[in-house]
């Protein structure tokens, strides 16, 4: 490459040459001064290969007799392993034999260790025994037929007597100190009540134990059951508690069974109107039902003393209006007693068809709030499918809370409305009874 570099630059020196004063002979000898330069470096770089070829040359031979030092010495292993391998199955067959009866003795604490340390670590007991686990493993490292060592009684006594400390603490109720995760997400050390294996009680909360350890639940149950853990957390005698049975699947049913004001809130906007209206119906007929009472006491009164007329009652207002009637004819009496009833029945019946109306529209309009709410629980199903039974149940039932709000107002306003009806008429009867006594008083004078 070199020499077709210097054979071009020699044509472009011969091509510019007309343009410089420089002979044909300086020429030549430039030429042979760069060719003889040039073969000398082509000399010594030849020489550098050679040399450097030597030297691979030795380094590979170094490397192949490496390799086969490795190999002899990896055969030598392969069967110095295949040697101590026999070995090793003959010493484990000896160690099986050996053992006898013993093999069936580890199997059975290999399986009691297993059962205990999931039993252990599911339990509310550990909360207060963090580290009672902590030599299950070896334990079952020893007695499993990998290993070459074997369990001792010490170890085998230990497992017993966990199981004894489990079935002790699940009858007693105790107080111990224990980090408690809050639900603000830090961790405190608080005071905790562990009831047997059932319940955990914190500060009148209740509690759950889990990987995390101790924490509060997410959701509290209602309170009555918070009244009872404050009672037997502050107790130093005895209380009455209702613990869990099924060791947190009661407490999760009832920490997830909505309140009253949720269960309100599933109505919706209809379940909302229904209540706000039954509420109104309710004071109305309450008031309504009072002042009858009082009504029906005056009339009562003025019936048992007819002479001393008094206008505070209706009673008193129709027997004053027959003795201000100038006319004696019995018909113009009538006439005059009647139109005194008439006034005063509007004042005894009002609102009682607002009553009526309340008990006949609530139903309806919790059946309104079902049918809306079961669209709604349509339209679901269509977008997400119906796979998940939750879903429809959790739509379906918060639809049914409109008709069940619809229900408890209509029966206390039947009842209410019944009783106020009730009481009225009976008000009417006495004016009409006493008005037709008055009628007959004149037409025996």
């Known amino acids: 490459m070199k020499r077709l570099l210097s054979s071009v630059a020699l044509a472009a020196a011969i091509i510019v040459a007309p343009a410089q004063s420089q002979t044909v002979d300086q020429l030549l000898n430039q030429v042979k001064s760069g060719s003889f330069e040039q073969s000398k470096q082509a000399s010594d770089l030849q020489k550098r290969f050679a040399g450097a070829g030597a030297g691979k040359a030795n380094l590979l031979q170094q490397l192949r007799t490496q390799r086969a030092s490795l190999e002899a010495q990896s055969e030598a292993l392969e069967q110095q392993y295949t040697v101590n391998n026999e070995a090793l199955t003959k010493v484990r067959n000896d160690r099986q034999q050996s053992l006898g009866d013993l093999k069936e003795l580890f199997g059975a604490i290999q399986q009691v260790v297993g059962e205990a340390d999931a039993m252990f670590d599911g339990s509310i007991i ?6 009672r686990t902590k030599n299950f493993d070896a334990i079952s490292q020893k007695v499993s037929n990998q290993s070459n060592q074997l369990v001792s009684a010490a170890e085998i006594e230990s497992l017993w007597k966990s199981l004894f400390n489990e079935m002790v603490q699940q009858g007693k109720v105790a107080k111990f100190t224990a980090s408690v995760a809050t639900a603000a997400g830090n961790r405190e050390d608080q005071q905790v009540v562990r009831v047997g294996a059932f319940n955990l009680i914190g500060d009148g909360k209740f509690l759950t134990y889990g990987a995390g350890g101790v924490a509060d639940l997410p959701r509290q149950p209602d309170g009555r059951f918070l009244s009872q853990a404050g009672d037997l957390f502050n107790s130093t005698g005895t209380a009455n508690f209702a613990l869990d049975p ?3 699947t009661l407490l999760e049913a009832a920490v997830e069974n909505p309140s009253l004001s949720e269960r309100v809130a599933q109505g919706g906007i209809v379940g ?11 004071i109305i007929a309450i008031i309504k039902i009072i002042t009858l009472f009082g009504v029906s006491a005056a009339v009562k009164k003025q019936a048992a003393n007819p002479s001393s007329i008094s206008l505070k ?12 009637t100038d006319s004696n004819e019995t018909e113009a009496v009538e006439l005059r007693l009647s139109e005194a009833i008439m006034k005063e029945t509007p004042k005894l019946t009002s609102w009682l068809m607002f009553l009526k109306i309340v008990s006949v529209v609530a139903p309806l309009a919790g059946l309104l709030g079902t049918v809306l709410g079961m669209i709604d629980t349509f339209q ?10 939750k ?3 959790g739509g ?3 639809a049914l809370v409109t008709t069940v709000c619809g229900l408890v107002v209509a029966i206390p306003i039947v009842l209410l409305h019944t009783a106020a009806a009730s009481k009225a008429k009976r008000v009417e009867e006495i004016l009409e009874e006493q008005s037709a006594g008055m009628v007959a008083r004149k037409i025996e004078s």
């Open 380 to 389: 679901s199903i269509t977008l997400f499918g119906a796979g998940d039974p």
């Open 246 to 248: 099924t060791l947190g």
């Open 272 to 282: 909302y109107i229904i209540l706000s209206v039954g509420l109104i119906a309710a």
């Open 126 to 131: 550990s909360a207060q025994f963090p580290n």
């Open 391 to 393: 879903l429809m149940a």
């Open 313 to 324: 009652n209706p009673l008193g207002r129709v027997l004053k209006a027959a003795e201000d």
């Open 396 to 398: 379906i039932s918060k």
